[in-house]
């Protein structure tokens, strides 16, 4: 079924983590209590099965980051005013999330301010002052 985890039939006999979509919190459950009522001490079967739902969990985020555009989130932040018109003062990366997180981008992935840092690096006459504070050359 889809989602849905199936208990394995190898040695240990605990569940088996293949999924085609995302990690469902229910099935989780529901394999955890099968465990815990088919054995007296699951403490191995437990712990190499809530190490497999944390590397599926881990994987599923990176896979978000690397689904986002970068080439459409570079041209919203060449949007935002500052990079129109820039000033002696700086942008910092908080002020940029915010931009963007208006603008429709999901900023509560994880990591996703390295990503940001390295778009508006990547933008023409962009210096990074230090981490998270950014200057623009004005043009002449």
Avoid: Q, W
Avoid at 61 to 84: A, C, S, V
Avoid at 129 to 136: A, I, L, Q
């Amino acid at each position: 079924m889809k989602g849905e985890m199936k208990m394995a039939s190898n040695n240990l006999d605990g569940p088996d983590v293949k999924y085609e979509k995302n990690v469902n919190i229910n099935n989780v459950i529901e394999d955890i209590k099968k465990v815990l009522g088919k054995h007296e001490n699951p403490k191995e079967i437990l712990e190499e099965y809530l190490m497999d739902i944390e590397s599926k969990i881990d994987t599923e985020r990176m896979l978000k980051i690397h689904e986002l555009n970068k080439e459409n989130i570079k041209k919203l932040i060449e949007g935002h005013p500052y990079f129109k018109n820039p000033n002696d003062y700086g942008i910092r990366l908080v002020t940029i999330m915010k931009y963007l997180k208006k603008k429709g981008v999901d900023v509560s992935l994880p990591d996703i301010d390295i990503l940001i840092d390295e778009i508006v690096k990547s933008c023409d006459n962009v210096t990074s002052s230090e981490f998270g504070k950014y200057e623009k050359d004005k043009l002449k």
